[in-house]
């Protein structure tokens, strides 16, 4: 199982980006994929992920409202759509598949590269 993710850049805060997560070697339809960040000095942390039965969406209280995580399953890709972004929002995004306990915590069988997002004020 490969990920590949991409969409990240340098924006200023309260703009809009969206991360792309593509998923070679294994259906999305059979698979959890979540989204987490890691900012310089802190320790990784869940920001959203989408569950592979039903689709169902969990996100960190930092970003309800704000982020969407999404899937193609024809794509077999999922998107983090990012809105309103803020200065603490600036980090690595990676996206991972197959949890091996739960869907938000940082122990899952397959990650991405990461994507640096950075927001300025």
């Known amino acids: 199982v490969q990920l590949q993710a991409c969409g990240g850049g340098l924006l200023q805060a309260g703009g809009s980006l969206r991360l792309t997560c593509v998923v070679s070697?294994?259906?999305?339809?059979?698979?959890?994929m979540g989204w987490f960040c890691q900012a310089p000095g802190k320790e990784r942390e869940f920001v959203a992920g989408?569950?592979?039965?039903?689709?169902?969406?969990h996100y960190a209280d930092s970003v309800k409202g704000r982020f969407t995580n999404s899937r193609d399953n024809a794509k077999n890709t999922v998107y983090l759509q990012m809105n309103s972004l803020k200065p603490e929002d600036t980090a690595v995004y990676y996206c991972?598949?197959?949890?091996?306990?739960?869907?938000?915590?940082?122990?899952?069988?397959?990650w991405g590269q990461g994507t640096l997002v950075t927001v300025s004020s």
């Open positions: 989408i569950m592979w039965r039903g689709g169902s969406t």
């Open positions: 991972a598949a197959d949890p091996r306990i739960n869907i938000r915590l940082s122990i899952y069988n397959y």
């Open positions: 070697g294994r259906a999305l339809t059979t698979t959890t």
